[in-house]
């Protein structure tokens, strides 16, 4: 790349502005980070755990929760020398980051219990279940504990996509991704390349660019070089498909949708220059369940780490250090203390808890919201989705209330059976969903997917069902933060109060995801381990 | 789906309307086919071999070659009860589709003898690599064999594009292919929403389809709603990435490019509304390589099904019967007969071959070119794309004379080493450098490759180069027919020559991939089944 391109353009910074004005922002530290941006376009503070050399001075850490941001912060912190114990209130680690398979067990508040009948070899990732590739701290345990990942296909034109709600003949019907983008973008593009072949983009753009832009159109579009116009693509798919011979020989593409059919279909919301840079490709998931790379922590710290089954009941410090009151699996209360604490228990269900803490911080954590969020596994006997519908994994956008996506697995191509995931909902209508029974939300999942896949009933097998707001122990799926307690909260939280730190996706701007959970407990142990080599 | 839906649209075709359609084109069969294509949007003739039944009434038919086609052809005839003998001209089946690893041998036209030196566990594909989902021909074998597939990564955001030709602070530079996406369609929308805001459309939308279309260029090209700008978006990437706590906490966006630099880069080459159809998500891969498919064939055939590095040297037929002279691994000359033979030799090596065929069968073959294809495994000591650039599979478009598409390996996710695909190049440029050395070949693409990762040279191991067209089983990547080709020739050799049965890529709209022999083989035994009951 050469060093001076970028400052002969007018439009694009130069390297001298931008440094300015990532100083101006961030001090040196994003200015330094900046430096690698402008080599490559990406560059993050927090791809790796913070160095913590000097000893842990004989320190002992309590940590709440066995989550991702716990197990980050008793494996980093064991291994810069400190003592840590570990109090989980469930019977496993992982927090969200669970996978349902056969024997797996689950009661919401509400009494439901749930036991996995999946086949072996099934399962339903009911927590996270991707990994952006920008997700270099979750990705960094992944390679440490060895975890195998594979592909999670997070977006796939040849899915369908289903909006019962917009206009016209395209409403309620199943339609290929791809044939939207087609139409959508090509239709545009072909109203664009006559307005701008009229001249009448001129004062936007210069001759010279003008002609560029109309290459780009008929490329974009797709279009008829000769007059501008889009008559559809063999990428939106065929009719007859090409093959051998003379017969199907060259096939028979499928001709375009009417574009007031597509605009009305309101299908398009499924179209986006370039995917949110959460959603983008590359995306990846551990073999076998997200719980892999929890086990892969719990293999990795001593034996003793964890202590299960211990529900908090009381948080307390004082200049000296900090004691927590838990009741064990037998009922029994037991005290721990230590120096330090590092709790990543959500907010939702923090807030109930007795704890020694300043009032601002207290009141801090009601400035946060939690999500309602349901997930649902339905095991099908056949892979009806790839034999007759040629859809290998990624998702079916729609807007049947209480649905939000239903999503194929990226695994176990070509084997018998599979587990899709029924309905991905967050807010009301999920919380309206999650008050049924399993059964009848099994039973609302199956119905409504009938509506996009007529074979869905006939292979429906059994259901694993999971609401992260009737999670006792979540009480939410992720921490919501408005603008105001982003501004005035958020911060207080992020500092710790006496010896107490929080850590936990909620304390990021990548809450709902385990990279959150991992970079939080990165950044409190960092700050900790200040703290004790200058004490 | 409602029935009449689509009948009430005006723009889309009625059910009736397509039927007829169909009719005139292709009769019965393809409206058989668009019936289903009506339901889900495709269709395909010939995903799955022919049923053969009535026996093969003490059939023997001699095939020549052991790639795709000729082993498809000699799997699904011996289940049909035939004898079958397969000369082959190499010492291995799977014709093209071959895999590079540990102590593979490659002697090209020129001399130039290599073995491959590549780690155990690493290896490239030189020949076919990737599967497209709609392919159901290629997948049919896949499932039949129990080959483990895997995602292969065809369409990467994160992915750079390199155009060195292009004008302007962009050109020469590494982008990344999401950059560009963002950018060219958030501008163009931008263009577009404003014409549209204006009333400039009103000939070509009614006021209701103008509301909506604005809607959808909003989210097309991520537009701020109240001034209908583009100002970037985070899809783009980030200089900052969001992270933990309060710094780096929300990153820092990227600034989009300036539009005109995006227009003189010519980057935008890349941007398709919907990628071609066999460039479609969602593609695979098989787990260890290309050539588990020819050997899953191989498995299933009897052991003496195939006679290897048989030369062949005449081609005979009359009334009663075929009769095929080659050469031997040993050098001795043998003839071997049989009541039909299906002939895969590609044509650029057979019209060379004496055979005893109709003149215009003779002559119909050289309506036909092949590719000169040169591709290159560079086995690298660390997987530095993915490490440092956080480019995990998928292509690196470029202009650079000779390289065509640089393409990083969508196997072996975090593992030390990787073989990732230095040039894939047709046409005069493959040529030119084919006709280098292999080391030379090695060197040139390296540095080529180092103009877009720095980490390249110094990373690079081993290389495994190959070209085609300096093959002497087949002088050429893939058969191209032009237009005229397609219309007088290929129709020709399409149906059999007295006892010969051509079969192969070359006779399908789908050259130069697996589902084209595939399927043509198919639909060559399915001819030949039909003439054997009706004798």
Known sequence: MSESSEAASGGVWTRRRFFEQLMAVGGVSLAMAGMDALGFGFASAQTAPPSMPGGAKGTKVVILGAGLAGLTSAYELIKAGYSVQVLEARGFAGGRAQTARKGFEDT???????????????????????????????????????????????????????????????????????????????????????????????????????????????????????????????????????????????????????????????????????????????????????????????????????????????????????????????????????????????????????????????????????SAVNKIGLQMKTRFWEEKHWIYGGHVYNDIPGIGTISLPSTGWHSQKGVLLGYYAFGGEAAKISALSPADRAKFAVAQGQKIFPEYAENFETAFSKSWHLDGFNLGGWAEWGDEGRKTAYPVLCEPDGRIYLAGEHLSYLTGWQAGAIESAWQQIGKLHARVQQA
Chains 1, 2 share one sequence.
């Open 108 to 370: 919401d508040l509400m009494g439901h219990r749930q036991v996995c009948e999946f086949d072996e070899g099934q399962y339903i990732n009911i927590g996270p279940w991707r990994i952006p590739y920008h997700h270099q701290s979750t990705l960094h345990y992944v390679k440490e504990f060895k975890v195998p990942v594979e592909l999670f296909n997070n977006d796939n034109d040849a899915s369908y996509v289903y909006f019962e709600k917009g206009k016209g003949p395209l409403a309620g019907k199943p339609i290929r991704k791809g044939q939207i983008a087609a139409d959508a973008r090509g239709y545009t593009a072909e109203l664009m390349a006559k307005v701008a072949s009229k001249g009448d983009l001129d004062a936007a753009l210069s001759p010279a660019d003008r002609e560029t832009f109309l290459a780009y159109l008929v490329n974009e579009g797709r279009l008829s070089r000769s007059d501008l116009s889009y008559k559809g693509t063999d990428g939106r798919g065929f009719d007859i498909l090409p093959g051998a011979g003379v017969d199907p020989g060259p096939g028979k593409e499928s001709p375009p949708f009417a574009f007031a059919d597509v605009l009305n279909s309101r299908a398009w919301r499924v179209l986006s220059s370039v995917a949110g840079w959460d959603q983008q490709r590359t995306m990846f998931e551990p073999v076998g369940g997200m719980d892999m790379i929890p086990k892969g922590f719990v293999k990795a710290l001593p034996p003793d780490a964890i202590t299960y089954n211990a529900s908090v009941e009381r948080i307390m410090q004082n200049a000296k250090g900090v004691k927590v009151a838990y009741t064990d699996a037998a009922g029994k209360k037991v005290e721990v203390s230590g120096d330090y604490l590092i709790c990543t228990i959500p907010l939702s269900v923090l807030k109930n808890i007795q704890m020694d803490a300043s009032k601002p911080f207290i009141e801090a954590m009601n400035g946060v919201s939690y």
